[in-house]
């Protein structure tokens, strides 16, 4: 009898959609991203309503989502996603800088931030990392998020204080964007050693995931 195997997360096909209305933008994307390693865009969709109706139809691991959708938009779709499909990870992929816009994407629910000038193989990177579980904020969009919520107040402080120097050089960097190997590779220490670091800092924070980490520092100004 053969063994059956199974295939390892970090080997696992990532299912992506993408949806976004410039067809060109979509059909570029699409044609770009499955040739990168282990993805593959099982739908794409111009707006959000095509986009729901196939959540099922594909079950996508990442959504791919522009804001500046016709009809619903993109933050409004990412929160149906979200209610319908609470594992599938999405990503806004937008030329939107606003501050109240990035508050109000990871505020629906979305998993990353990432703006349209990003080069195909760190996009690709992001789609994995943010598939494996990680948050990713683009660092153009993170400092400019930061202006929009209030100064550091007594909770802040108390937060600080909670945190080792390491936690709060993890915490800083996962605000940035990157990744768990990037954040080793800037620390030089393991990635395990970044997990369990981002797991006490959960811990501390009392939240369920790194987006809210990275929300949560960003809102409280706690950096």
Not at 60 to 81: E, H, S, Y
Not at 87 to 102: F, R
Not at 138 to 164: G, H, I, Q, W
Request: net charge neutral; proline share 3%; with cysteine.
């Amino acid at each position: 009898m053969t063994a059956k195997t199974e295939t390892k997360p970090e080997n696992k096909i990532i299912k992506l959609m993408i949806v976004e209305d410039y067809r060109l933008t979509r059909l570029s994307l699409k044609t770009i991203l499955n040739t990168k390693d282990r993805l593959n865009v099982v739908a794409d969709a111009e707006n959000a309503a095509d986009a729901l109706d196939m959540l099922n139809m594909y079950n996508p691991d990442v959504v791919l989502m522009d804001i500046g959708l016709p009809g619903m938009n993109g933050i409004d779709a990412t929160a149906k996603i979200k209610e319908l499909s609470p594992n599938t990870k999405v990503i806004m992929l937008t030329t939107h800088e606003k501050d109240e816009e990035v508050v109000a994407s990871f505020g629906a629910g979305a998993n990353g931030y990432c703006l349209k000038d990003v080069e195909p193989d760190k996009l690709a990177e992001i789609i994995r990392s943010v598939a494996a579980g990680a948050c990713w904020i683009d660092s153009a969009v993170s400092e400019a998020a930061l202006n929009c919520f209030p100064k550091p107040n007594k909770n802040a402080e108390n937060y600080r204080k909670m945190l080792t120097q390491r936690e709060r050089e993890i915490l800083k960097y996962l605000t940035e964007g990157l990744t768990n190997n990037e954040i080793a590779n800037h620390l030089f220490i393991t990635t395990h050693t970044v997990k369990a670091h981002i797991c006490n800092i959960m811990q501390k924070f009392n939240v369920q995931d790194r987006v809210q980490v990275a929300v949560k520092a960003i809102r409280e100004n706690i950096l």
